[in-house]
T-cell receptor, first 113, second 113 residues
Framework: KAGVTQTPRYLIKTRGQQVTLSCSPISGHRSVSWYQQTPGQGLQFLFEYFSETQRNKGNFPGRFSGRQFSNSRSEMNVSTLELGDSALYLC????????????FGPGTRLTVL | QQQVKQSPQSLIVQKGGISIINCAYENTAFDYFPWYQQFPGKGPALLIAIRPDVSEKKEGRFTISFNKSAKQFSLHIMDSQPGDSATYFCAASRETSGSRLTFGEGTQLTVNP
């Protein structure tokens, strides 16, 4: 089975711009979660989607949004980028055991200048 | 009450030695405790996970020990190898919050040859 794929792998944007990141989960998985990883804050939960519905959301401002499509692919959008948004954005695909197992993709490295 | 505290921040072990990483949690509603391994430039990879009805789980050289009364769990890596050098994260989740993972701060393990 192919793993979780994320595109693009690297992205450079300037402050004020917006960005869209994409994630394709493992085939058959219906849950997609997004996490932000930074050296200072570690791994923080952004949101989770299951069957096109957001079922959980972390403590991030409304500039961070996401959606999931009928084929389980998910996109995450960040508007009005700030320098502090520079991070590795990780997508995780839900597996068996009621979706508790999470399998992460390689991430998208976002740099905001 | 959502925190998971991990120690040590960094660990250096000789080849063949035992690596031990500890985590403590506060929220007694947590009911799933995975460990992840992350290499530079990669996403976290699920190593092993445990539920609180079990005190120990072993998979190859990796063992989780779980102490429910102390609200602590630990990862033991037996016969540590240079290829085990990576950052390790403990995490926890509770069924009532979906499969949202709360991560520890991470431990950078270096295994010297």
């Amino acid at each position: 089975k192919a793993g979780v794929t994320q595109t693009p792998r690297y992205l450079i944007k300037t402050r004020g711009q917006q960005v869209t990141l994409s994630c394709s989960p493992i085939s058959g998985h219906r849950s997609v979660s997004w996490y932000q990883q930074t050296p200072g804050q570690g791994l923080q939960f952004l949101f989770e989607y299951f069957s096109e519905t957001q079922r959980n959301k972390g403590n991030f401002p409304g500039r961070f949004s996401g959606r999931q499509f009928s084929n389980s692919r998910s996109e995450m959008n960040v508007s009005t980028l700030e320098l502090g948004d520079s991070a590795l954005y990780l997508c995780a695909s839900g597996g068996t055991s009621g979706g508790r197992e999470k399998f992460f993709g390689p991430g998208t490295r976002l740099t905001v200048l | 009450q959502q925190q998971v505290k991990q120690s040590p921040q960094s660990l250096i072990v000789q080849k063949g030695g035992i690596s031990i990483i500890n985590c403590a949690y506060e929220n007694t509603a947590f009911d799933y405790f995975p460990w992840y391994q992350q290499f530079p430039g990669k996403g976290p990879a699920l190593l092993i996970a445990i539920r609180p009805d079990v005190s120990e789980k072993k998979e190859g050289r990796f063992t989780i020990s779980f102490n429910k009364s102390a609200k602590q769990f630990s990862l033991h890596i037996m016969d540590s190898q240079p290829g085990d050098s990576a950052t390790y994260f403990c995490a926890a989740s509770r069924e009532t919050s979906g499969s949202r993972l709360t991560f520890g701060e991470g431990t950078q393990l270096t295994v010297n040859p």
